[in-house]
């Protein structure tokens, strides 16, 4: 019995296991080093690359982080040495999957040998209590059941994204195959979040992941597999942002879900902060050294930082349709053109590649920040409270855009593709960094910025230690196994009451998780046209920070820990100083 209760009381050791793309591994990174803060031990997979490429894990945790590389097979048609998305065109992806179905062989041999030499005691030697897994790997939960280890599938998105998808069971009921399927929000989204659908050139894409690709499967089946055979699912939301959203979650799927907050770099964010005007030589190279001394030399919220993320499809017309870029249009190589006539005025910096992107957004100059609206741009350009201009291009950018748009943070540039204007994303600039509606925007994603740093209720989703077993798991089988106590935790998101959703019309609206039923029998209705546009504008914001890609993916890690508050406000000057 004693050795029970110790064995109950030691921490737990989480295999983490994402998805070969880094706007999944970052995430997963992130919640790695949460349970490794909390005691556990944590085995993280992916290809070797990958690995390489990661950013350092955080010193405090880094002995209880343990780096697993899987080497993924060779697939015709993958060039070799391609590991994850931002290796491969758009057009290659899936056979990215093909490959990344090969591991199930590779990664049942792991398992098998952890589980053969692991017992009950600590550390990496201990078999595995918990497998955290992504949308792709349908095949992994049946390989984990052979040896009794229980599967969490943690969702990356936003979760509208994930009450969007929808289990299979509803998809079932109410079938979606074409594009025109998802301009409007599915039957089993409340009323009061009738803005939730995508636009018609991000419903193509949305079509394409319900329909097999060349691994056989299509994205959506993936995600509906994994998500049957786990016991437990997780999601990248917190009850402070997304409100009455995580309740239906758990109505919907029919299993717990734990919202794990939205996993905030506050480290890396710290120590951005701390070097935003100090001249310390940690600037890693000479070209981002050169654009943050340019940054110095701006006026204090005057700089447009642009950026769209590692993977965003991004044609070269979208570059043309910039309005700072759109002079050079049909002369080719529109940013460099731009690059050079933006550095003889002194009026622009553009940066091609990767960019630790929260060094740029801790800087004073930055006044609002145009993005693809991926979650993990947003959630890091919360944590310095900029508002928004939004450009979504694919996957759930759409969703996500919505939502920030109806939470008063940002603006959408109007399109419905299959371009935008240039005079649409003028005007939509304007009205965030010059008139009086940009203030209530700043002001809301200032009040977001107090959320995002708030890091004792933003961590309180995650376990610190073996939690109570949950009584009625997996469909209401008792559990007193303490390896499948990582889902306790999520019995106190159930009995919270809903946050509000923000007002409309007025009036907050409040969803309680019992109104399951009500809201499946709406009839859907189609999504509202965006907001923004007016009159063709010209806007000459002060600068203009392209880059390349969403580079505080691979960011060295902060030493320091998270502070309890958001950073000071930086000052811009010719030289830089604290």
């Known amino acids: 019995m004693a050795e029970t209760k110790k064995d109950e009381a030691s921490p737990l050791h989480v295999v983490v296991f994402p998805w070969l793309a880094f706007g999944h591994i970052i995430p997963f990174l992130e919640l790695s080093e949460q349970l490794a803060k909390r005691g556990h031990f944590v085995t993280f997979i992916s290809a070797p690359r990958n690995l390489a490429r990661l950013r350092p894990v955080v ?15 060779r697939v015709e048609g993958l060039l070799d040495g391609a590991e994850s998305t931002a290796d491969v065109p758009p057009e290659k992806v899936e056979l990215l999957k093909v490959a990344f179905d090969g591991l199930a062989a590779p990664f049942a041999a792991f398992l098998a040998e952890a589980c053969a030499g692991g017992g009950p005691g600590e550390g990496h030697a201990r078999k595995p209590d918990w497998i955290v897994l992504d949308f792709a790997q349908h095949w992994l939960p049946p390989i984990a059941d052979e040896h009794g280890v229980p599967c969490a599938a943690f969702f990356i998105l936003p979760a509208a994204c994930v009450v969007f998808i929808g289990p299979k069971a509803l998809n079932d009921a109410h079938p979606r195959s074409a594009a025109a399927d998802f301009t409007v929000p599915p039957p089993w989204i409340p009323s009061p979040l009738s803005h939730l659908a995508f636009r018609g050139h991000e419903a193509e894409w949305i079509a394409g992941a319900w329909r097999p690709n060349a691994s056989g499967v299509s994205d959506a089946a993936r995600i509906w597999e994994t998500t049957e055979r786990c016991p437990l699912l997780v999601c990248r939301c917190s ?18 879900v734990l919202p794990s907050g939205l996993l905030a770099p506050h480290d890396a964010a710290a120590c951005a902060s701390s070097a935003a005007g100090a001249d310390d030589g940690n600037d890693g190279d000479e070209e981002t050294a050169g654009l943050m001394r340019w940054l110095d030399a701006q006026p204090g919220r005057s700089v447009l930082y642009v950026a769209f993320g590692s993977e965003a499809p ?83 950018q759409g969703l996500t855009a919505r939502l920030m748009a109806a939470r008063r943070v940002g603006l959408e540039v109007p399109w419905d593709g299959p ?27 200032s009040e977001m910025q107090g959320v995002l740093w708030d890091t004792a209720r933003q961590g309180s989703h995650l376990p610190h230690d073996r939690s109570p077993p949950l009584a009625a798991e997996a469909g209401g089988r008792s559990s007193s196994d303490p390896r499948r106590s990582f889902a306790g935790s999520c019995v106190a998101a159930a009995e919270l009451r809903p946050a509000p959703l ?54 060295s890690a902060a030493e320091s820990a998270a502070p309890a508050a958001p950073p000071s406000s930086r000052r811009p000057s010719g030289t830089r100083s604290t």
């Open 239 to 256: 009850r402070e942002v997304d409100g009455p959203l995580c309740a239906l979650l758990g109505d919907l799927y029919g299993k717990p």
């Open 314 to 396: 991004l044609a070269p017309e979208h570059v043309r349709a910039l309005p700072l870029g759109a002079p050079e249009a049909g002369r080719g190589g529109a940013a460099g053109g731009f690059e050079a006539r933006a550095r003889a005025a002194g009026r622009g910096v553009v940066r091609v590649g990767w960019l630790l992107q929260v060094r740029v957004l801790a800087h004073a100059a930055v006044g609002a920040f145009l993005t693809h609206a991926g979650w993990s741009s947003l959630v890091e350009s919360f944590l310095f409270g900029h508002p928004l201009v939004m450009l979504p291009l694919f996957a759930d």
């Open 502 to 555: 923000p007002p409309r019309g007025g009036r907050p609206v409040e969803l309680g998780p019992a109104s399951l039923a009500r809201r499946l029998v709406r009839s859907g209705g189609r999504a509202p046209p965006a907001c923004g546009g007016g009159l063709a504008a010209e806007i000459r914001p002060r600068g203009l920070v392209r880059g390349g890609g969403r580079a505080g993916d691979l960011a």
């Open 419 to 445: 371009m935008f204007g240039a005079e649409d994303v003028a005007a939509t600039v304007r009205r965030v960094m010059v008139e009086e509606e940009g203030k209530v925007l700043a002001r809301n994603a």
């Open 59 to 73: 010193p405090e945790v880094r002995p209880r982080i343990r780096l697993a590389p899987l080497p993924l097979p």
